[in-house]
């Protein structure tokens, strides 16, 4: 079963664009659809196409690129294992699975500029320091990351091409959907975050409708990953690491204790481990922001880091690995919408989720009360294209973990927050803040009028906005909230604003 994925456009535009001057890596964890995105896009956009599997392949195809001085017997002898006919300028050849021939991927920066052929490279763990040892890594890549299907994508498995299309067209305008459509739609919402978004997972659900079946596959990816680990790590802290991530996100602690998941190893220690983790993808990490004014980037705090698993679907299932489906009480809650608050941790790695696929690099950011006894948190904090600006015209949008302020909230639901936003000024007057659905946190919704919006021009300022959420919470109790709330407080320029 083939299913529609966004990173094709981007394949498209690639192949239009370079004209075979570029070989394009997709980038991503294992099982999230590169070998099939591949395959299908070489299918359809060249008369022939060749697929070498690094991990199927003979030692002599791998062999073949240990010597790049005669191109030509290289092609002819590929041609001759795959019975394919290769044509100049039409053909595409992909090499699956390509951190396991460095070799290979060396090779492409001749290949390339040989011009015969298009290249294609699919890898997992593909900058893990053992796979790139000894080997000149191409200049001639243009790399794309691939992730678990978004919530849009997944929809469209589903058979549905408009819900997300509509609920843009009615953000836009301002217009409510209603109680209950907003309840039909978080209830598929929530089959998402159950389900999650690994291929695999998806096409058991739709042949069965079963989701025992899906968390068994669910549990077969999971184990798949550890052994990857185990085998970067033979120490097995890296398994323990990932293994820990439900358990870290609930205890409230404003970063990832690594020391406490491997049974006290130092953090100097676990460095390498850490860096490899996040290369395989496995994982999202947000980041501390010890100063979100001055590009954040240039301000992250690297000890200081907070660890979501890529696909929400996978984390359910590592967050009650050890209560099997028919008897995992939360799961049914979670679909039923009666979650108890201590698992409104599953909703922050779903946002975390979404906000990655849609190419941010994540951030967090911590400052204290008033009383300076505790601190407010801001969940993720993403900068508009990571530019940086003598002010906070290009932070493009950033979460609040609605968690920590919850006890001055009143209702329950699903919608988000928006605060400090121009579109109170039309739509809610009386309020700081905007709810929005969480199904559409992902969206890309442009929330631009023509006219200028809240600029933050110094930290000073910056700070006073975030003080303003924690105390506006306490003098809105009469508003109806939901339970699980993320907070989305949006800066811009004098030309748009994105919901990112």
Same mark, same amino acid.
């Given at each position: 079963?083939?299913?529609?994925?966004?990173?094709?456009?981007?394949?498209?535009?690639?192949?239009?664009?370079?004209?075979?001057?570029?070989?394009?890596?997709?980038?991503?964890?294992?099982? *999230?659809?590169?070998?099939?995105?591949?395959?299908?896009?070489?299918?359809?956009?060249?008369? /022939?196409?060749?697929?070498?599997?690094?991990?199927?392949?003979?030692?002599?195809?791998?062999?073949?690129?240990?010597? *790049?001085?005669?191109?030509?017997?290289?092609?002819?002898?590929?041609?001759?294992?795959?019975?394919?006919?290769?044509?100049?300028?039409?053909?595409?050849?992909?090499?699956?699975? *390509? $951190?396991?021939?460095?070799?290979?991927? $060396?090779?492409?920066?001749? +290949?390339?500029? =040989?011009?015969?052929? =298009?290249?294609?490279?699919?890898?997992?763990?593909?900058?893990?320091?053992?796979?790139?040892?000894?080997?000149?890594?191409?200049?001639?890549?243009?790399?794309?990351?691939?992730?678990?299907?978004?919530?849009?994508?997944?929809?469209?498995?589903?058979?549905?091409?408009?819900?997300?299309?509509?609920?843009?067209?009615?953000?836009?305008?301002?217009?409510?959907?209603?109680?209950?459509?907003?309840?039909?739609?978080?209830?598929?919402?929530?089959?998402?975050? +159950?389900?999650?978004?690994?291929?695999?997972?998806?096409?058991?659900?739709?042949?069965?409708?079963?989701?025992?079946?899906?968390?068994?596959?669910?549990?077969?990816?999971?184990? +798949?990953?550890?052994?990857?680990?185990?085998?970067?790590?033979?120490?097995?802290?890296?398994?323990?690491?990932?293994?820990?991530?439900?358990?870290?996100?609930?205890?409230?602690?404003?970063?990832?204790?690594?020391?406490?998941?491997? =049974?006290? /190893?130092?953090?100097?220690?676990?460095?390498?481990?850490?860096?490899?983790?996040?290369?395989?993808? *496995?994982?999202?990490?947000?980041?501390?922001?010890?100063?979100?004014?001055?590009?954040?980037?240039?301000? $992250?705090?690297?000890?200081?880091?907070?660890?979501?698993?890529?696909?929400?679907?996978?984390?359910?299932?590592?967050?009650?690995?050890?209560?099997?489906?028919?008897?995992?009480?939360?799961?049914?809650?979670?679909?039923?919408?009666?979650?108890?608050?201590?698992?409104?941790?599953?909703?922050?790695?779903?946002?975390?989720?979404?906000?990655?696929?849609?190419?941010?690099?994540?951030?967090?950011?911590?400052?204290?009360?008033?009383?300076?006894?505790?601190?407010?948190?801001?969940?993720?904090?993403?900068?508009?294209? =990571?530019?940086?600006?003598?002010?906070?015209?290009?932070?493009?949008?950033?979460?609040?973990?609605?968690?920590?302020?919850?006890?001055?909230?009143?209702?329950?639901?699903?919608?988000?927050?928006?605060?400090?936003?121009?579109?109170?000024?039309? $739509?809610?007057?009386?309020?700081?803040?905007?709810?929005?659905?969480?199904?559409?946190?992902?969206?890309?919704?442009?929330?631009?009028?023509?006219?200028?919006?809240?600029?933050?021009?110094?930290?000073?300022?910056?700070?006073?906005?975030?003080?303003?959420?924690?105390?506006?919470?306490?003098?809105?109790?009469?508003?109806?909230?939901?339970?699980?709330?993320?907070?989305?407080?949006?800066?811009?320029?004098?030309?748009?604003?994105?919901?990112?």
């Amino acid at each position: 079963m083939i299913f529609k994925r966004k990173i094709y456009n981007e394949l498209l535009q690639w192949k239009r664009t370079d004209e075979g001057r570029t070989a394009v890596l997709i980038q991503g964890a294992r099982r *999230v659809g590169k070998s099939t995105i591949a395959e299908e896009f070489a299918t359809n956009e060249y008369e /022939t196409h060749i697929l070498v599997d690094f991990a199927a392949c003979s030692t002599e195809i791998r062999d073949l690129f240990n010597d *790049v001085s005669d191109l030509g017997s290289i092609f002819k002898s590929l041609q001759l294992e795959y019975g394919v006919e290769l044509k100049e300028r039409k053909s595409v050849i992909i090499f699956d699975e *390509v $951190q396991l021939a460095p070799k290979a991927r $060396q090779a492409i920066k001749y +290949l390339v500029k =040989d011009g015969r052929y =298009d290249y294609m490279e699919t890898g997992s763990l593909i900058s893990i320091r053992k796979n790139v040892r000894d080997i000149l890594i191409p200049s001639e890549e243009v790399k794309l990351h691939m992730f678990p299907m978004d919530y849009e994508e997944f929809r469209w498995a589903l058979g549905d091409t408009t819900t997300i299309r509509l609920l843009q067209g009615c953000f836009h305008d301002k217009t409510s959907l209603g109680d209950a459509t907003n309840r039909k739609l978080m209830r598929d919402f929530r089959l998402y975050m +159950l389900v999650g978004g690994m291929p695999q997972a998806v096409v058991v659900y739709l042949e069965t409708n079963n989701l025992e079946k899906v968390d068994s596959v669910k549990r077969s990816i999971i184990t +798949l990953y550890e052994d990857d680990f185990n085998k970067i790590d033979p120490t097995g802290n890296a398994s323990k690491i990932f293994r820990q991530i439900p358990a870290q996100l609930t205890s409230n602690a404003n970063r990832y204790l690594a020391w406490s998941a491997t =049974d006290g /190893t130092r953090n100097y220690a676990l460095a390498e481990i850490l860096s490899e983790i996040r290369e395989s993808m *496995v994982v999202n990490m947000a980041y501390h922001a010890n100063d979100p004014s001055a590009g954040m980037a240039l301000h $992250q705090d690297p000890n200081k880091y907070k660890m979501f698993a890529g696909d929400t679907g996978l984390f359910v299932t590592l967050a009650f690995w050890h209560s099997k489906f028919p008897e995992n009480e939360s799961s049914h809650k979670l679909l039923a919408d009666k979650l108890s608050t201590d698992l409104g941790y599953v909703y922050e790695n779903v946002v975390a989720q979404m906000l990655k696929a849609a190419g941010h690099e994540l951030y967090y950011y911590t400052f204290p009360t008033e009383s300076g006894k505790h601190n407010y948190e801001v969940d993720f904090l993403i900068a508009d294209g =990571d530019k940086v600006r003598d002010d906070l015209g290009d932070v493009g949008g950033m979460v609040a973990d609605a968690l920590n302020i919850r006890d001055h909230l009143h209702g329950s639901g699903d919608a988000a927050q928006i605060a400090c936003h121009r579109l109170l000024t039309q $739509q809610q007057r009386h309020a700081a803040v905007l709810d929005i659905p969480l199904h559409i946190v992902d969206a890309g919704i442009p929330l631009h009028d023509g006219r200028s919006c809240i600029g933050i021009s110094d930290a000073e300022r910056f700070q006073s906005v975030l003080h303003g959420i924690g105390r506006v919470a306490a003098h809105f109790g009469q508003r109806i909230f939901q339970r699980f709330q993320i907070g989305v407080v949006l800066f811009t320029d004098t030309h748009s604003c994105f919901l990112l």
